[in-house]
């Protein structure tokens, strides 16, 4: 249900501002988001050493994108 409500946002938001992405953006976001997304996918629960090398991921992902900007 909530997926649903994210893709109204992002569709709505879309129509008003178009969302852009360069092909720099893409060659780091895809792949982070297709492997963290098929890691999480195959099991049913995230155990504490996953989920902080998760929150890692995510604040070496984050800290990238800052650098990068």
């Known amino acids: 249900m909530i ?3 994210l893709l109204i946002a992002l569709g709505l938001t ?3 501002c ?3 992405m ?3 953006n ?3 976001d895809i792949p982070v ?3 963290v997304t098929t890691y999480t996918g195959q099991k049913e629960r995230i155990d504490r050493l996953e989920g902080a090398l ?3 991921l995510f ?3 984050y800290t990238y994108l800052f650098i990068k900007l």
């Open 26 to 28: 893409r060659k780091i």
């Open 54 to 56: 998760m929150l890692m």
């Open 59 to 61: 604040g070496a992902y």
């Open 33 to 35: 988001t297709l492997t």
């Open 14 to 16: 879309a129509l008003i």
């Open 3 to 5: 997926v649903i409500w």
């Open 22 to 24: 360069s092909s720099d």
């Open 18 to 20: 178009p969302v852009s």
